[in-house]
């Protein structure tokens, strides 16, 4: 994902946009929510055997630990990082970390949705 610039009708720039999510992309797409992560803070690890999920960053910036495999990888999200997407796979325990000062906003974009009267959160042993 990509910032795109625009502008006014005079041509000078008036702000930006960031697609999120496009029909032609193929992707299916459940839900949408946002979460904040207060600063300092993380939120996980979570862990979830049916659902993925798809991470985006979209004020502030945050790390997200994954591990797959009793591998961890980071990956990182939000305005210093291209707003990059940020994907977990189903059975892959994950954590959002935000190591800044400010209020980090993040979209998550699980399939399939979350819901309340099925719940797929599974412990997690182990987190380093």
Same mark, same amino acid.
């Given at each position: 994902?990509?910032?795109? #610039? !625009?502008?006014?009708?005079?041509?000078?720039?008036? %702000?930006?946009?960031?697609?999120?999510?496009?029909?032609?992309? %193929?992707?299916?797409?459940?839900?949408?929510?946002? !979460?904040?992560?207060?600063?300092?803070?993380? @939120?996980?690890?979570?862990?979830?055997?049916?659902?993925?999920?798809?991470?985006?960053?979209? @004020?502030?910036?945050?790390?997200?630990?994954?591990?797959?495999?009793?591998?961890?990888?980071?990956?990182?999200? %939000? $305005?210093?990082?291209?707003? !990059?997407? #940020?994907?977990?796979?189903? %059975?892959?325990?994950?954590?959002?970390?935000?190591?800044?000062?400010?209020?980090?906003?993040?979209?998550?974009?699980?399939?399939?949705?979350?819901?309340?009267?099925?719940?797929? $959160?599974?412990?997690?042993?182990?987190?380093?």
């Amino acid at each position: 994902m990509r910032r795109i #610039v !625009t502008k006014n009708a005079d041509g000078r720039e008036n %702000g930006w946009l960031l697609p999120i999510w496009h029909v032609d992309s %193929g992707l299916k797409v459940d839900q949408v929510y946002l !979460t904040a992560v207060a600063p300092g803070e993380r @939120k996980g690890p979570h862990l979830h055997m049916s659902r993925c999920g798809r991470f985006v960053c979209v @004020k502030g910036n945050v790390r997200i630990v994954i591990r797959e495999n009793g591998k961890y990888r980071h990956a990182y999200s %939000g $305005e210093s990082h291209d707003f !990059t997407e #940020v994907y977990v796979a189903p %059975g892959c325990a994950a954590a959002i970390y935000n190591d800044s000062h400010e209020e980090a906003l993040v979209l998550n974009m699980p399939s399939p949705p979350w819901r309340a009267d099925e719940q797929d $959160e599974w412990p997690v042993e182990d987190w380093q």
